[in-house]
């Protein structure tokens, strides 16, 4: 098998390779599944006689109950030899072959994202106690364990009161952790397996990465709130363990293909095989708020959104340039990221390109108002198994932060960074029509404006900027359905003009090549047409619908999945005003808000969430105590307070 299928069978194979845990406690007949004749194959033996980790053999019978997607996917795969591969690598992780090394990778990554060395006595727990409920009677207990909020226990809390419904994700008060629970976790899980495996059959099989990025969105609505592990402090979600498992054998693979062309997997603790790669952009609070003009109100919605819709772009563009996936993506909001990639050569040269090319994309766009601090810490296998991943994060913040102290610095070794620091503009002074009306920035020699009100006589200029974020900012009012990221503008679509000024449908912060569409009913009526066409290398996203999109978009390579948005909803009149154009469902105006003009009082709350560093540094003590402080630092539960 060529490197690089391997490479995608090994990445898919971590993403499911647990799976079976989830069926396992969701099936209603389990004897038929215990009774595989590969149990001699996959399921190790203890020292008693006993199978353990028979979890695999549900792995194995999901597999090939969605022949489509996995058993026979050649299409996928490059071959029906490639397909089998594929299956022993998901279902071997337990007891792999010593000579076939992608087993081993799903298996060392699988023991890395736990943080437990599987050979030690304290690794085998698990399946000690899985053959212990079995031999007792109580093999199904497993099957009545809820999780655990990962807030609960995170600084020392020795009492754990509420427990996660068994349920996929949803945006209302019943997914929130509870003390009590009317319907058993047995009956949930059979009801949410069952809801699983409807949806796994309709993902798209086009491509391997449409399959893979598709199942990641599935695995996050459907096991967010099942534990990967019963036997523990169930804190930690199947989905993040499956997701850091995949991440890390991807990563793996990438180190000991360069290190030594994947002929062994030798290791030692001092070994560095991953790299954690963060993002900061600085400048933010000053960028929102330091608006001047009248028309303030006007840009500040979609200003800020359009920050997060950068930082999304750019963790878009890293994933690609560095060969990514979706899994690799530790962490990415609020104007902040991590992303877990390979340590090798490729990867720190490529790195260096792409924070030269967003650093300058940035400054072009954006001046010298934000800056994106961009760098990587290399993790050790020691820091992995002895549980020092907060040391990591505590180098990269040092890094991050001397970055901040010396931005700009790139620009200045070439004449055109000299230039644009100190050489003056070709417009200057402080007149009419020289600055943008809303941020106050000097229009530059050349540069397009735009009309903030079309039509209108007399209507204020902006820069493009600037009227592309009051444009995102009205799209966002209309209560988007759906959100569509291409790799190129879809032509069909493009453009359309207001009153004679070009007005187009997609966003691409920072011309990185990522366009972003905001959809929803209205838009797609009159769209409908146009439809028809096709739309490749696509992401299409349910916006606040935890479902896989029922957007129906012909084309190639397309991702499906969701995403949340907490804007979405907006104040709107009940009833037609004094105004005529003021009619029942429009947008109500800061003034109206404000209620009587005897009053006119309007409240704006605004929240942050202080030290989440220290949370990422010092947390995850030990709720009993049993272990040391260091003790539950894995990546999984990293991903998961992410």
């Not at 900027?465 to 444009?471: A, S």
């Amino acid at each position: 098998m060529a490197n690089d299928l391997r490479r995608e069978a090994v990445y898919l194979a971590g993403l499911v390779h647990d799976i079976g845990k989830f069926y396992q406690r969701g099936d209603e007949q389990p004897k038929r599944v215990l009774n595989r004749s590969d149990v001699t194959t996959f399921c190790p033996v203890d020292q008693y006689g006993g199978y353990t980790h028979k979890h695999v053999l549900w792995t194995a019978q999901f597999l090939e109950d969605h022949p489509q997607l996995f058993a026979q996917n050649a299409d996928v795969f490059g071959s029906p030899d490639a397909v089998g591969r594929f299956f022993r690598y998901a279902v071997a992780h337990h007891k792999p072959d010593a000579a076939d090394i992608g087993q081993r990778l799903v298996q060392k990554a699988d023991h890395y994202a736990s943080g437990l060395d599987r050979t030690s006595s304290e690794g085998l727990k698990d399946e000690y106690e899985e053959i212990n409920h079995e031999r007792s009677g109580k093999w199904d207990d497993f099957r009545k364990v809820r999780m655990v909020s990962i807030f609960e226990p995170l600084l020392g809390n020795q009492l754990i009161q509420h427990r996660l419904p068994v349920a996929s994700v949803t945006l209302d008060k019943s997914f929130f952790p509870k003390k009590q629970f009317a319907e058993s976790a047995t009956d949930q899980y059979v009801s949410l397996w069952q809801a699983f495996t409807q949806e796994v059959a309709q993902l798209p099989r086009q491509s391997f990465g449409s399959l893979a990025d598709s199942l990641l969105y599935l695995l996050e609505k459907y096991t967010v709130t099942v534990p990967s592990s019963t036997q523990h402090l169930p804190d930690v979600s199947l989905y993040d363990h499956l997701k850091s498992t995949a991440a890390l054998a991807l990563c793996l693979h990438d180190y000991l293909e360069e290190r030594n062309g994947l002929t062994k997997l030798d290791l030692t603790a001092t070994d560095q095989p991953f790299l954690l790669i963060g993002g900061d952009l600085s400048g933010i609070q000053a960028y929102i708020y330091d608006i001047i003009g009248k028309n303030a109100a006007k840009n500040l919605k979609g200003r800020s959104f359009y920050l997060q819709l950068l930082v999304d772009s750019i963790v878009q563009r890293l994933v690609d340039g560095l060969g990514l996936y979706r899994a690799n993506i530790v962490y990415s909001s609020g104007g902040g990221f991590y992303l877990l990639a390979p340590n090798t050569q490729k990867i720190h040269a490529e790195l260096a390109k792409l924070r030269q090319e967003i650093s300058e994309k940035l400054r072009d766009e954006q001046g010298l108002k934000l800056y994106m601090a961009l760098d990587c810490e290399p993790v050790s296998q020691g820091q992995v198994f002895g549980k020092k991943i907060n040391e990591v994060w505590t180098n990269l913040s040092k890094r991050l932060s001397a970055r901040k102290r010396n931005r700009f610095a790139d620009f200045m070794v070439k004449e055109a960074g000299y230039q644009h620091f100190f050489e003056p503009s070709e417009v200057g002074g402080e007149s009419r029509g020289t600055r943008d009306a809303i941020t106050g920035e000097e229009f530059v020699g050349g540069e397009t404006r735009f009309q903030l009100d079309p039509g209108e006589e007399d209507s204020p200029e902006v820069t493009q900027t600037t009227f592309n974020q009051v444009r995102l900012g009205k799209a966002l009012r209309q209560r988007v359905e759906y959100q569509v990221m291409t790799k190129k503008a879809v032509p069909y679509w493009e453009p359309t003009y207001e009153l004679g000024q070009r007005s187009d449908l997609h966003f691409n912060p920072l011309n990185l090549g990522y366009c972003t569409y905001f959809l929803n009913e209205q838009t797609l009526a009159k769209l409908r047409n146009k439809l028809r066409g096709s739309v490749d290398d696509a992401t299409i996203l349910s916006v606040n619908k935890p479902e896989m999109t029922d957007l129906d978009l012909s084309g190639n390579r397309q991702t499906q999945g969701f995403t949340f948005y907490g804007g979405n909803d907006t104040p709107r009149a009940t009833t037609p005003g004094d105004d005529d154009e003021k009619t029942a469902g429009s947008v109500l105006y800061f003034e109206e808000l404000a209620g009587d003009v005897s009053l006119k009082r309007l409240g704006i709350l605004r929240m942050d969430v202080d030290n989440l560093g220290y949370i990422f540094k010092e947390g995850f003590t030990d709720q009993k105590r049993t272990f040391s402080r260091d003790q539950k630092r894995t990546f999984s539960r990293y991903s998961a307070l992410s």
